[in-house]
């Protein structure tokens, strides 16, 4: 595709439940990344990958998420036992190639609301 | 200090004036800088690289300062569609990572 696509674009859940968000890069990107955003914060980094390899997961809040990227393409962030303060929106992005000094192509964001 | 530092203003401008704003960052090892723009409830979009030897396009100028660990964005003639927030973004070191300032709001008045 063009862009970065994300699904769902909106997500409500209830406390407890599991959610899944998909991230489809651009096509040949390396680099895909995972942030979350609260209102009126700057993205924060939650992990990257380079092709199928978890490079750095530092920024996992805690044991409840969980990234992959199994085949280096498309990429899930599932959130295991929601709870209130996970609500925020969850951004990807894609860079062509890991290195530094690539910038990083953004998809519109997956809104999640935890009631 | 917290890695990536800006201003959160807002910052209100009246149309046609020039905005300046900083950002400072406390890795030295950095080596990639970015500004990005965030529209309310958008994603953001990149607007532009920073470069060494500072860098222009069209009324948007970046600079880097190494010594001084900031770099800064140069808004001139400001038109209302400038309304946005402006994210500083640094690499953390020598792999791709990067860290996002909590951005800056700027507000166009006509």
């Known amino acids: 595709g063009a862009g970065v696509s994300q699904s769902p674009r909106y997500k409500v859940a209830k406390r407890g439940q599991d959610v899944a968000l998909r991230c489809d890069p651009i096509?040949?990107?390396?680099?895909l990344f995972w942030y979350q955003q609260a209102l009126g914060q700057g993205p924060e980094f939650l992990t990257y990958?380079?092709?199928?390899?978890?490079?750095?997961k530092s920024g996992l809040p805690s044991d409840r998420f969980f990234a992959e990227r199994p085949e280096g393409s498309v990429s899930t962030l599932k959130i295991q036992r929601t709870q209130q303060e996970d609500s925020a929106v969850y951004l990807c992005?894609?860079?062509?190639?890991?290195?530094?000094?690539?910038?990083?192509?953004f998809g519109d964001g997956t809104r999640l609301s935890i009631l | 200090r917290k890695e990536v530092e800006q201003d959160p203003g807002p910052f209100n401008v009246p149309e046609g004036a020039t905005v300046a704003f900083n950002c400072t960052y406390s890795?030295?090892?950095?080596?990639?800088f970015f500004w990005y723009r965030q529209d309310c409830r958008k994603e953001p979009k990149l607007l532009m690289s920073?470069?060494?030897s500072g860098n222009e396009d069209g009324r948007f100028t970046a600079q880097l300062n190494r010594a001084s660990q900031y770099i800064s964005l140069l808004i001139r003639d400001s038109k209302l569609s400038d309304s946005a927030t402006y994210l500083c973004?640094?690499?953390?070191?020598?792999?791709?990572?990067?860290?996002f300032g909590k951005g800056t709001r700027l507000h166009i008045l006509p």
């Open positions: 973004v640094v690499n953390w070191g020598r792999d791709d990572k990067i860290i």
């Open positions: 992005a894609s860079s062509w190639i890991g290195g530094v000094g690539q910038p990083q192509h």
């Open positions: 096509s040949g990107h390396v680099s």
């Open positions: 890795n030295s090892a950095s080596q990639s």
């Open positions: 920073v470069y060494s």
């Open positions: 990958f380079q092709n199928e390899a978890q490079l750095d």
